[in-house]
């Protein structure tokens, strides 16, 4: 054991070699701290950088939206601005409604196929399983015009359906699908495994497992990334922008053209009518405001869940 | 089976099967809904690929090579270029990227290990918020609020400087869109994916490395450098392959403050397009073989994001591995 | 297997000869709440002091207040007087940065830099501290291998990936890496806890060559590893209020042999702990 330790006597150089890495180490140790002090400033600078955007928008949506927002704003149809009457913009009640519509019909759709896939995904190890994984996953980061495209080639052309709210309706449900899978099938396999064992130890049958005790215990999960996909649908412009049609009425039904806000904002933010560009603002600071509170119900929702598990 | 610990509620079933009783499955009604919800949803992603694909077919077969070399647009009747697309997305999505990843590494860095703790959820929730505002209005804010600005103050200023006219070229467009300009709407758009995925790699690195550069008399600035970084260097690759693929996927936006101008165009203050942009411009509009070439546009713009994805994903999937080694 | 000789030092406090770091009525607490406090001793230069204890006694804690690596860690707070060679650690004109450099440290699990190399993990202290000359790091990194003991098996090999090395090998690369900026004082932290028996006695035996060089103070929750390598030994204990204190500082030898508080005995006899 003795041979193992080899401890070197202090060579001759040993004591040069020590003292120039004392000198080297005092020398630069002023330079070092102050660069390690820089960097710090520079990233908290960074940061600041980062918040400065959020600012600047928030604070030119409430300057120029809050003027627009009254109750004509929210009941009346749009008219178009004339000579005679610049101001004349109307109200964007069916852009709200058209994205109700566009919402509701996208979610029947989407969340409970969305919510029995990932199910499926987290229940079984199939290969049809992990292709599937991966391709919600990639559908997840898909660029939203490809939907539609999607909607426009299948729904508007081939099918003949025409631009209607059902269109718009089957993009956005293919926009929430893989968002609401993937967070549907990881809520699912955060069910801790003793709770199904403890169920199927007392014979019960997997659906009943599954049905009665791993989905009340994923449910937090499951609406948290339903919350998230319906905040995300709200909001999209690209996929109906190909299909709706851009309908001036208020209509409720499946297979007429309608609007939405974001649709209103994509087409009146270049309008030449100064009155009509203000009251985008309108609508985007409604928009953002209701986005805003789908996205932290869904992150209150989150936490909450964490702290009953802890 | 002996290797899956965890068995699924759908394998159990299967598994508890007997030799010598019934051979009838014991598959319930749940399983053939899960299986058919995950059959349709297999249908839904297949025709989604499918019919883009199919869609833009006659335009591949008659003009392939316009599309992705020809330099004009020409409506109604064409030809097709899809080269100043093709090209404004790279240039608007890799300055976007740029500015995204210097900021945004600089911001996870001052959350991870700058920031008191109490204030870190407010920071993550501020940057969730930045993710969740629509493109439409940041497109609008663009288009409305930093475009005159540009137009007025920046784009002026930078063609005070001869080198910079050069590069920028004369900014003598009407309303402030430009290229540069989506590329800095764009790079703020993606801002939070970039510090939501990096800022999770960093936050992973093991304490007792960081313990251990600091005992060897590093400072916390060599400590982030020479241990934190590298360690989560192939998830910070990852973080910024998923920027670039929401940069380049990115529509409506794009479509306000570039200026919607099909010319090839390297010379930033002058307006431009990109794929994703040019296809919700021109759709609305677009006939027979028009719709053919932007759905092959699509098909473009479908391949990209794919790459960028796939590899963002194997990316920091190697870096939850390496890091479960360590 | 070879035998372990259970070897305890004979020499009284007044003995001990310099002094290398003196605590002073020290205290660490984090948000108020005291971690471990009371403890007042020398630790005694080229000597191996342990510091032993229950879990939950404040060991590690107490380890990590003397080369302020509690700085970090929000809330923390270090009461008391630290003195390294005769200089306050918390207070007088040293920065931290250069405190690091006098007073090493090697953790409990080993944890070489993943990304760097053999020779680069050697030497990364020295590249911190801005020694960038290739024969000053050439020279030193051979030095520290060799003082760990790990030159022979790696001079090959310095290229290589440290995590290529084994346990036993990786924590003594972690050794070398500190021994590299030529430290004062050694902390280490449970270093063999993630080790098996023989690199355990390796790191040991190097331990006992160590001190003609370096003050060694380490944590451990092994008393056999603490009466064989250690000259001195601190007990401390988790008191009423879930605050460790130090019950009792003195010889190695009397600590085990002829404690003065009867705890001290219950505990190295087994009894509790």
Known sequence: MSNLIDL???????H?????????????????????????VLCSVALLVAAVPLVLLMYQLFKQGLGQINWKFFTTLPTTPTLIDPTGTGGISNDIIGTIALTVYASIVAIPLGVLVGVYLAETDSKLATTLRVVSQTMAGAPSILMGLFAFSLIVHDLNVGFSSIAGAFALAVLMLPVIIISTEIAVRNVPLTLREAGLALGAKSHKVSLGIVLPSALTGIVTGVILAISRAVGETAPVLLVIGGGYTNSWKPFDPVSSMPLAIFENAKSEWPSQRAQVWGIALVLVIFVFILSLTARIWASRKQQVRN | MSETPVVGLLEYDEMVEEPGSSTISRRTWYHYVLIVAALLFAAISLGFVGTIFWSSWPEWIHHGTTL????????????????????????????ALVIAVIIGLGTSISIVFFIPRQFRTIVATLVELLAAIPSVVYGLWGLLVIAPWMQTTVNPWLNSWPFAKAIFGNSGQEFGTSLLLASIVLGIMILPTFVAISREVIAVVPQDLMEASLSLGATRWQMIREVVLPTAKIGLFGATFLALARATGETVAVALVAGSVANVQFHLLYPGTSIAAWIAT????????????????????????VCLALIS?????????????? | MTEIKTEVQSSSPAERGPIAMQLHDVAVSFHGRVAVRDCTFDVAKNRVTSL????????????????????????AKVSGKITLEGTDIYR????????????????????????????DNVVSGLRFNGVKKKSLLDESAEAS????????????RLKVAASNLSGGEQQRLCIARALALDPEVLLMDEPTSALDPIATLHIEELMKDLKSRVTVIIVTHNMQQAARISDDCAFLLMGEDRAGELIEFDTTEKIFNNPDDSRTLDYTLGRFG
């Open chain 1, 8 to 14: 070197e006597e202090p060579k001759d150089t040993g």
């Open chain 1, 16 to 40: 040069d070699m020590r003292a120039e890495i004392r000198r080297t180490s005092e020398r630069v140790r002023a330079r070092r701290v102050a660069t390690s002090r820089i960097m710090v």
């Open chain 2, 68 to 95: 992705l070399t020809g330099k004009g647009w020409t409506s109604p009747d064409g030809p097709f270029g899809g080269l100043p697309m093709i090209l404004g997305t790279l240039e608007t999505s890799l300055i």
């Open chain 2, 282 to 305: 021109e759709f609305g509009e677009a006939q027979g073989n028009e719709i053919s070439a932007l759905m092959a546009l699509g098909v473009l713009l479908m391949l990209l994001n």
């Open chain 2, 313 to 326: 994903r194997s990316l920091v999937t190697r870096q939850r591995r390496a890091l479960a080694r360590v």
């Open chain 3, 52 to 75: 032993i204890g229950p879990s939950g006694s404040g060991k590690t804690t107490l380890l990590r207040a003397l080369n302020r690596l509690h700085d970090l860690t929000p809330g």
């Open chain 3, 92 to 119: 007088g004109n040293l920065t931290v940065t250069e405190l690091r450099t006098r007073v090493g440290m090697v953790f409990q699990r080993p944890n070489p830099f993943p990304t760097m190399s053999i020779y």
């Open chain 3, 145 to 156: 291998l060799r003082s760990a003991a790990l030159w022979d098996s790696v001079s090959s």
